[in-house]
Each structure stands twice: as structure tokens, then as C-alpha cells.
């Protein structure tokens, strides 16, 4: 006999008991009940993915959890928001117990390794489309935001750029000699959480790097009404893509692939001796808007910008 809704829910996924003591009530009421501690703010994100949109038909239910989850603590670790209580909203065509069992592991999985709670959400049938809503806390006033940053700015990335668009290309048929990072990061990232706690009051503006570096470091130059110029050659780029380039001569990979939720953040020059996690400074924020990629010593364009929906 197929489950029920509320079957699913209760098996799946409400035997988590709640750890964070922001979460007064989660799974089983009609609502929530959270507690916002004086002299801080709420950050709140949604995120959705849909098969065959975001991810193969078939893709890895464990993986798929997993990367549900880190997208959405991607979103809040750019802001220095610390994650606390998620809700997930499914989408099945039908009910089928082992692929709930793999998926709500590699959620669950995730979550507590962030200390996250699962409070609530929906199910419903149809497409297979995954949605997940974030929160977190961010002390007033410390929020990293897109539109704050300043001409003279360096700009940084925590990681590799690259590898989660290598391993999307090694799941098309390309062929990779080393192959494990770039499908670990494609598959399962991790996201930047206490890099994004370590940046707060560090970094002038934020943001991770889902839609590739070029793309996204172009809504906080957008927002901040400022410019950059970026080094290609000092891009952090491992061994597998380092590879890719030299073989297929597509040196604007790293900077247009999407997935790889490393973030990308902007520091004024006084404040550089206060960081403490590693990073690479691959440019510098201009007054000319305008982003200007720089190759060999020579400026560049950028024949692809990444990816965006609807496009």
C-alpha cells in the first residue's frame, strides 16, 4: 500500500528532534514557531530545482538531497547569515520509498552537519521539483550585501572555479583523467558557511558564485554602480581544469560555468591583514562600470556571461 502524504512526512522526514533553540515547533502543526533573538535579523532564501532543469533524469537521490540543501546555505553564508531552519517542499510523480530514503539521508545528512532543523513544508504530485526556503541570523548591521562595494576594493574567491562546470561536461561524455573532484564539487558541494561567518564586518559586499564568477561578480558590480577588472591567471583552478583548458583552448570556463558555490567578496585595502580564511585576490573594484577580464596581460571579452533562466 502506497504511503500518504502525511505518512511520507512523518517517515521521512519528521524524526529529527530540533537542535537550534531559535525553533520553538517544527514538523507536524500548521506552522512554525521560531524565536528571533534580540539584535538580530532574519535571512531568508528559496531555491528550486527541477529535473531535468537542474539535474539529470536519474540523478543520484543522496546527491540530489545533499545539494538541495547546500545551495540554500550557499545563499545565507554569502550574506553572513548562520543557518538555523529549513523547509522543503516536494514535487513527486510518485511515491517510491527508496528514493526518499536515499534523498531525505543526503538532506538530512547535510543539515546536520550545519546544525540545520527541518521545520515544515509541503508535498505534492507531479513534476519531480524540489524547493527549499533557508533561514538564517545575521547580527544587525553586518549583513553582506551585493551593493557595497567600493572602488579600490580587492576581490576575492574562497575556491577552484570551474569544477562543478568540468564535471557537468564529464557527465556529457567529456573525458577527464582525474574526474573525482570536479563530480564531487558538480554533485555535492559544500557550502562556504564559516567563510561567509568569518567575513562578517571583513567584507564590503558578497556573493556566491552559482551562475559562474563572471555572472555573479556582475550583480554586485551592477548593485554597487562600480567596475572590476579580474586576473584569469590568478584564478585558483585545480589540476582537472587546469587540464580541460589546456586540451580544449576554453580559458572562459572557469569564469562562466556555474555550480561551483564558492564566494566570491570584495575587501577595502585596510581591512585585508584582518582576514582569516583562505581566499585568492583575483582583481580589483574601478569607478568605470564595466567588468574587464585581463589574459596574458592583455583585457579580454567575454563572449559568454553564464547561466540564467529564461535567457
Excluded at 39 to 44: E, F, K, M, N
Excluded at 151 to 162: A, E, H, K, S
Excluded at 182 to 204: D, T
Excluded at 210 to 239: F, M, N, T
Amino acid at each position: 500500500m502506497s504511503l500518504s502524504e502525511f505518512g511520507l512526512i512523518q517517515r521521512f522526514f519528521a524524526q529529527q528532534s530540533l537542535k537550534s533553540p531559535h525553533n520553538q515547533l517544527g514538523v507536524g502543526d500548521d506552522c512554525a514557531l521560531l524565536e528571533i533573538p534580540a539584535g538580530y535579523q532574519l535571512a531568508v532564501t528559496t531555491d528550486t530545482m527541477v529535473e531535468n532543469v537542474h539535474f539529470f533524469a536519474g540523478a543520484d537521490p543522496r546527491q540530489l538531497g545533499h545539494k538541495l540543501l547546500a545551495v540554500n546555505l550557499s545563499d545565507l553564508a554569502s550574506m553572513g547569515a548562520e543557518p538555523f531552519a529549513v523547509t522543503l517542499a516536494l514535487t513527486l510523480p510518485k511515491v517510491d520509498e527508496v528514493w526518499l530514503s536515499q534523498f531525505s539521508q543526503g538532506f538530512l545528512d547535510l543539515a546536520q552537519q550545519y546544525t540545520v532543523d527541518l521545520i515544515g513544508g509541503d508535498t505534492t504530485k507531479g513534476y519531480l521539483t524540489l524547493t527549499v526556503q533557508a533561514l538564517g541570523l545575521v547580527p544587525k548591521g553586518l549583513a553582506m550585501k551585493r551593493s557595497a562595494a567600493k572602488p579600490g576594493d580587492f576581490v576575492y574567491v574562497t575556491g577552484c572555479l570551474g569544477d562543478a562546470g568540468l564535471g557537468l561536461k564529464i557527465e556529457q561524455g567529456y573525458q577527464c583523467l582525474s574526474p573525482d573532484q570536479a563530480l564531487q564539487q558538480f554533485h555535492q558541494p559544500l557550502p562556504c558557511v564559516e567563510q561567509g561567518l568569518a567575513l562578517r564586518g571583513i567584507a564590503n559586499a558578497c556573493i556566491d558564485i552559482s551562475d559562474g564568477l563572471a555572472a555573479d561578480l556582475g550583480h554586485i558590480l551592477e548593485k554597487s554602480a562600480v567596475g572590476a577588472a579580474i586576473d584569469v591567471d590568478a584564478l585558483p583552478l585545480s589540476a582537472a581544469v587546469k587540464g580541460y583548458i589546456a586540451e580544449t583552448g576554453d580559458w572562459q570556463m572557469p569564469l562562466t560555468a556555474g555550480d561551483d558555490y564558492q564566494l566570491c567578496f570584495t575587501v577595502s585595502p585596510d581591512k585585508v591583514k584582518d582576514l582569516t580564511i583562505a581566499c585568492w585576490q583575483i582583481g580589483k573594484i574601478e569607478q568605470q562600470p564595466g567588468l574587464r577580464v585581463l589574459r596574458s596581460g592583455k583585457f579580454q571579452t567575454l563572449e559568454v556571461q553564464g547561466f540564467e533562466h529564461f535567457s
